[in-house]
Nanobody, 125 residues
């Protein structure tokens, strides 16, 4: 079974930066796509960034384009989310996700079948 563990969240001032990490473990697994999603109380989980790792470009939500970058370290089996120029509206619990299925839009929350426990990111004004 695949397990995902996020880390790197915390409290940061507006305009600051954070790097979130997602370590994958628990077996031999090659995901078709991995991504980051976020959620605030009272709202549905929303897409942030993802990549199918097929040589194509990463996909980003409009709200984070130009500020966030998704990347991975294959040797460490770790996914990253580099967040720059953070805004208070970025405050949320951030979740790492992976899916075994392919052929679906990588930003679709429902297409992912493996999820981490989440890490809190709080951006102060």
């Amino acid at each position: 079974q695949v397990q995902l563990l996020e880390s790197g969240g915390g409290l940061v001032q507006a305009g600051g930066s954070l790097r979130l990490s997602c370590a994958a473990s628990g077996g031999t697994f090659s995901s078709s796509a991995m991504g980051w999603f976020r959620q605030v109380p009272g709202r549905e989980r929303e897409f942030v960034a993802a990549n199918a790792w097929s040589g194509g470009p990463a996909i980003y939500a409009d709200s984070v384009k130009g500020r966030f970058t998704i990347s991975r370290d294959s040797a460490k089996n770790t996914l990253y989310l580099h967040m720059n120029s953070l805004k208070p509206e970025d405050t949320a619990v951030y979740y790492c996700a992976a899916r075994s299925a392919s052929g679906q839009w990588v930003g679709a929350v429902g297409s992912y079948n493996y999820w981490g426990q989440g890490t809190q990111v709080t951006v102060s004004s």
